[in-house]
T-cell receptor
Framework: DQQVKQNSPSLSVQEGRISILNCDYT??????FLWYKKYPAEGPTFLIS?????DKNEDGRFTVFLNKSAKHLSLHIVPSQPGDSAVYFC?????????????FGTGTRLKVLA | DTAVSQTPKYLVTQMGNDKSIKCEQN?????MYWYKQDSKKFLKIMFS???????INETVPNRFSPKSPDKAHLNLHINSLELGDSAVYFC????????????FGSGTRLTVV
C-alpha cells in the first residue's frame, strides 16, 4: 500500500521555465511533508518542507504548495536551471505518531534542458 | 568533512554470505535510520535508533540486524544474503523529530550474485 505517490516518473522542462513536480498521499494523518533532491551516486538532500498548518512555503526558487483537502502537494521550481536536473522525492510523516518515520514517494526525474 | 558516511560504497557478494554496512554521523544527531531503495526505486525505512534505542523496526527479515554502539554509529548486518537483498541501502540521521529532514549518506549499492 503506497501511501505517498509520485505518478510522473520523469519530467523535461526548458531552462528558465517553471518545473512543477506533483505528489499525492493517502494517509490523512500525515501533517509534515518534505521534498528531497537526489543526484546519481549520492544520497538524497533535503530541499524544502511544509507543515499542514500552511498551504505554501517558499525558499528562493523553490515553492511547495499543499492542498490538504485533495491530499496533494507540489514543488515549483522557477526559473528552472540545468543544475536542477535530478530525481526529486516527496516524503510525508505523521508527527504525532511517536516515531520519526517518513514515507517516501518513488521519485520524479527532472531534466532541465539548456 | 562528510556528515553521514557509509562504508563500503559498493558491495558485491555471493548468496549465503554475511556482510555488514557501517554508518557514522558527525552531526551530533540523536536519531539514525536505515532505508532501502529497491529496483523499483521505493525508499523504504527499515530501522531507526534514537540514542542507541531501537524505535522503528519495520517488517524486515530477521536476517537483517542493526547495531548501534553509540548514537553516532548505526551499522547494518545481513546474514545469509539472498538475491532479493540487492538494493541501495541509505543511512540517514536527524535531530529530534526530523523537522529539518534527514541527512542521508551517499548509499551502499549491494549486489548479491
Amino acid at each position: 500500500d503506497q501511501q505517498v505517490k509520485q505518478n510522473s516518473p520523469s519530467l523535461s522542462v526548458q531552462e528558465g521555465r517553471i518545473s512543477i513536480l506533483n505528489c499525492d498521499y493517502t494517509n490523512s494523518m500525515f501533517d509534515y511533508f518534505l521534498w528531497y533532491k537526489k543526484y546519481p551516486a549520492e544520497g538524497p538532500t533535503f530541499l524544502i518542507s511544509i507543515s499542514s498548518i500552511k498551504d505554501k512555503n517558499e525558499d528562493g526558487r523553490f515553492t511547495v504548495f499543499l492542498n490538504k483537502s485533495a491530499k496533494h502537494l507540489s514543488l515549483h521550481i522557477v526559473p528552472s536551471q540545468p543544475g536542477d536536473s535530478a530525481v526529486y522525492f516527496c516524503a510525508a510523516s505523521a508527527r504525532d505518531s511517536g516515531t520519526y518515520k517518513y514515507i517516501f514517494g518513488t521519485g520524479t526525474r527532472l531534466k532541465v534542458l539548456a | 568533512d562528510t556528515a553521514v558516511s557509509q562504508t563500503p560504497k559498493y558491495l558485491v557478494t555471493q548468496m549465503g554470505n554475511d556482510k555488514s554496512i557501517k554508518c557514522e554521523q558527525n552531526l551530533g544527531h540523536d536519531t539514525m535510520y536505515w532505508y532501502k531503495q529497491d529496483s523499483k526505486k521505493f525508499l523504504k525505512i527499515m530501522f531507526s535508533y534514537n540514542n542507541k534505542e531501537l524505535i522503528i523496526n519495520e517488517t524486515v527479515p530477521n536476517r537483517f540486524s542493526p547495531k548501534s554502539p553509540d548514537k553516532a554509529h548505526l551499522n547494518l548486518h545481513i546474514n545469509s544474503l539472498e538475491l532479493g537483498d540487492s538494493a541501495v541501502y541509505f543511512c540517514a540521521s536527524s535531530q529530534d523529530r526530523a523537522l529539518g529532514g534527514y541527512t542521508f549518506g551517499s548509499g551502499t549499492r549491494l549486489t548479491v550474485v
